[in-house]
Every structure is written in C-alpha cells, then in structure tokens.
C-alpha cells in the first residue's frame, strides 16, 4: 500500500499545520490536559482519515480482451440504455460507479486501447447522484478504442465533496487495461458506456474493485 502522488503535498502540510496547532496549544495552555489530550486525539483521526483518502493499493494489470474491468472503486448505482450524445452518438449501456469518500479513488482503464478522444469540462458540483450530474458536473470524457476496434467511452464526474478531477492522459495515449488514468479527490462518479451487445456482469448495488472487478464481457 502507497499514498497517492496526488496528496503527498497536502498530507505533508495538514501534518505540519496539525503539528503546529497541537504545539502552540501546549504553550498556550499547558495545565489543560483534557483539552490537549482531545485536539491531539481528533488531529490524529483527522489525519487518518484524510490518509486513507489517498491510499494507492497495487492492482496487477489484468490481460483479458474480452472483460471489461470496473474503472473504480465503489458501488454500481447506474445500468441502464442510453444514448452517449458528445462522441458517440448511439445508443449504449452504461454503468456507473458511485465512490465514496472512504472508497481508493484511483481510476483505471477498463480496457487496453488508445485514446482516441479525450475532453475536459468545467462545470457544477451536484452531488453525484444527481440525474443532471451527469451533463452539467465537472467532467472529463474519455474514449478508448481496443485493438480489435471496440469503443468503450469513460466519464469522470465530479460530486458535491469531489472538487478537483485529474487526469493523465491524452488522445493519442496507450493504456494498459487497468492501467492508471487519473483521479478524482474526495470521491465521485464514473460511468462507463458500453456496446449494447455486451453482457454486463454486475448488478445494482454491486460493490467494484477498480481494475479487479469485471464489470462486462464483450462480443
């Protein structure tokens, strides 16, 4: 188990703020043991807390051209036809991902493939839930294309606590499947859009494991 490039910088200042605050506390008013004893014991929780947000646990590169693997953790609250309007344009099935604030909030790619389309789009802060969460949230649109010329379409949305998505990619990139391809802080949403043909192997309110849990079989 790792910590998240992505909050090295912040754990290293939130330590050395809760350091500070627990030492100037003890200068301050060194007779008042309780309260000294209770702000170390929630700087502490705190920390913990905000430590287990940016945990990076190693995940083994699956190799199955016909799986399609969950792009997060979390749970699956979202299997439905649609239709992808912004690359696409056809009908699909997707499935979203819900994740947590205590889910690993690494994203990975479902399958091997080229980029072969990738946009950024500002936007609210909607809980993720939110039908409109969806088209009107922070967001980045990601479009795979596997060797054998297969499409899979990903979506990182972000939520009312999930203020900063980060992405590592770009069109034009190869992705192992569950290669990492970005981040999303403090939780929030990935839907996953999926030829109408595959079988999907998950069930509403499934728990996933980015980049362990197949999530489809395609055709």
Do not use: C
């Not at 929630?42 to 051209?65: A, C, H, T």
């Not at 790619?109 to 990738?118: D, N, Q, T």
């Not at 606590?161 to 391809?181: C, D, M, N, T």
């Not at 999907?200 to 197949?214: C, M």
């Amino acid at each position: 188990m790792s910590i998240h490039k992505e909050g090295r910088k912040l754990l290293f200042w939130l330590l050395l703020i809760l350091a500070g605050l627990n030492f100037g506390l003890s200068q301050i008013i060194p007779e008042q043991e309780t309260v000294l004893n209770l702000v170390l014991l929630v700087s502490i929780v705190f920390y913990i807390l905000i430590l287990q947000f940016f945990r990076n646990p190693y995940v083994p590169l699956p190799n199955e051209d016909k799986l399609v693997f969950a792009p997060a953790d979390g749970k699956v609250v979202v299997i439905e036809e649609t239709t992808e309007n912004e690359y696409l344009h056809e009908r699909r099935i997707q499935v979203s991902i819900f994740m947590s604030p205590i889910n690993v909030h690494v994203n990975r790619s479902p399958i091997k493939g080229i980029v072969e389309y990738f946009k950024y789009h500002p936007g609210k802060y909607l809980v993720a839930w939110h039908p409109k969460s969806s088209l009107e949230n922070e967001r980045t649109t990601m479009v795979l294309k596997h060797p054998n010329g297969v499409k899979i379409l990903v979506r990182q949305i972000a939520g009312a606590l999930a203020r900063r998505i980060k992405w590592y990619v770009k069109e034009g990139s190869p992705l192992p499947q569950g290669g990492e391809f970005g981040f999303i802080k403090f939780g929030s949403r990935v839907d996953v859009f999926l030829p109408l043909d595959a079988e999907v192997l998950v069930s509403i309110d499934e728990k996933t494991k980015g980049g362990k849990t197949p999530i489809a079989r395609l055709k």
